[in-house]
């Protein structure tokens, strides 16, 4: 799996291509640890690129999830292909991530959050 | 009918080898999305269990993948050289929404129009899951 980062204000965001699975997943972590430990606790994910992912790639969102929740961060993904979120629906984990459509509109709640 | 036999070792690495011919053999026989989709995480689901569970990331126990590809079906079985896997998948518990694993066989069996286990006598588990081709597997 391929990851593409940038800093879009006070959030990274991580462009993911290719596959999300077990061993692609350790590598994803790996990334956010290194983003919590400059402080970045705001993150994005656009899965736009994503062609495949599996349980364990599910499993290493949800533990990356509760990471980042635990130092009081937020994660948002957009951009998922109609097959890879009707897993998240399939397992529910629709409910517990902040899903957006498009990057964009994930970067402009970020934006609201901090007005409010 | 296409048959393809492929053998892995148990180690991480083999995952992403064991997709990759995968997806090489179902786009050289012309199989689309939303059954490729489908096809792909049973598989990909039933490996992990053999490599993690069954053979336990012993890289000196093998996995093997026996396809077969018919103008109306998919048919794949994972095989694994472990011992007691059968009653592990039997005994799981339903996964928790904030689990980070527990999943891989709730998504076979929602994906599969058939899927089976049995275990050898002498150990090693058999997964196999049939896929319909007509039928769609995602709006299932």
Redesign the interface.
Known sequence: MDIQKKEEGSVAVLKLRGRLDLASGATLKEEIKALSSSELTLVHLNLEEVDFINSSGLGVLVSIMKEIRMQKGRLTLSNLASYVQEIFEITQLSHIFEIFTSEEEALNSYQSVGSN | MSVYKYEYLSV??S??KM?SNLAHVLTKEGVE??ER?GF??AI??AF?NA?LHGNRLDPTKKIWINLEIKSNSLKADIIDEGKGGIDQINKRKPSK????????V??IE?YAAEYDISEYKNGGVKVSVTFDRDKET?SK
């Open positions: 991480i690495e995952e992403d997709l999305n939303p989709y792909m995480l990909s689901e992990t490599l929404l904030l689990d980070t694993n527990g999943r891989g709730d998504l929602y995602i």
